[in-house]
């Protein structure tokens, strides 16, 4: 449904996307997922037809981009980061203003905006101006705007930002639910936990650059299938504990990383009591452990070495 081939957007010097390549199936829930300023935003703004590429090539439902954007976008619909509502009008006021953009109207219209009001859980808050909705009720009216005529193609930016952790669940079950509907949809997010549940394939994108593109699955095993134990010792122990620890069955690596001991091997919980005796017989202070299973995050600091929520420089 969506090639993208070489993609490439300057700002004066800077590439915000830098040979960008990627396809996304009919029917597939496509997680774009990076740190802010990584190239999301603008990547999807090429797709949507809302910026023009310096770069590349990109096709949706067979029509490119950049010499056929009217016949794109019948086929797509945006819900931006950005609230994209009159609050000075009601919820079923906004849904027909934007239906009527799209060329709709009289009682296709009207039916389309009753069953869009149900699905936001909005039909009994249809006639209340959208300035008196909570952030979470916001969110849902903002994307099913983006449904008012019935896309094949949902591009999501963030459609999380800034609500709390109810409303949040409420639009990935919203969206999940879009999903099994056989609707194909992006997803940027720089939410973890967001892409793991949702997407059924992920790309990361660091830099304006594609990084990594796979199934959870397979971007874990990227890394290995291996957990890691990240331990606070004293300074002057960590080559002790490091010569003792490479002798241990399990152990595949020893490694430090700000100021603390970071050890790969095939089974935590097997090299815990290792540690434990070694530090007791040592008398050596513990001040932090921590055992963590491989993830998308973990993947992320291999490639990247910085967490999805630090900014991009």
């Known amino acids: 449904m969506i090639e993208v081939r070489d993609l490439v957007k300057k700002y004066g010097p800077q590439k915000a996307v830098d040979g960008v390549s990627f396809d996304v199936a009919r029917g597939e829930l496509f997680g774009l997922l990076g740190p802010n300023g990584a190239g999301k935003t603008t990547t999807i703004g090429v797709l949507s037809t809302l910026l023009r590429a310096d770069g590349g090539q990109v096709r949706i439902g067979g029509h490119d981009v950049a010499t056929a954007p009217s016949a794109v976008r019948r086929l797509i619909g945006v819900v931006p980061q950005e609230i994209a509502l009159y609050t000075d009008l ?26 869009l009001l149900v699905l936001a859980d909005l039909a009994d808050q249809a006639r209340r101006r959208v300035e008196t909705f909570s952030g979470g009720m916001m969110r849902r009216l903002n994307l099913v705007a983006g449904l008012i005529h019935q896309p094949e193609v949902l591009f999501l930016d963030e459609p999380t930002v800034g609500i709390d952790a109810q409303a949040r669940s409420r639009i990935l079950e919203l969206i999940a639910d879009l999903g099994r509907q056989g609707l194909t949809v992006i997803y940027t997010t720089h939410y973890l936990e967001e892409a793991e549940q949702l997407c059924d394939r992920i790309g990361v994108i660091d830099r304006g650059r594609l990084v990594a593109l ?48 970071e050890v790969r091997a095939r089974d935590g919980g097997q090299l815990l009591p290792h540690i434990q005796a070694w530090l007791e017989a040592g008398g050596v202070p513990l001040e932090q452990l921590e055992v963590e299973r491989p993830n998308l995050e973990t993947l992320y600091l291999n490639l990247t070495g910085r967490g999805l929520r630090e900014e991009a420089p």
């Open 214 to 261: 796979g199934d959870k699955e397979s971007l874990i095993g990227q890394i290995g299938d291996v957990d890691l134990i990240r331990l606070a010792i004293p300074a002057d122990r960590h080559e002790a504990f490091t010569a003792a620890c490479l002798g241990w069955e399990g152990c595949v690596g020893v490694g430090e990383r700000r100021g603390r001991i």
């Open 90 to 115: 009601n919820a079923r006021d906004n849904l027909v203003f934007w239906g009527r953009l799209h060329g709709l109207g009289g009682a296709a219209l009207n039916r389309r905006v009753e069953e």
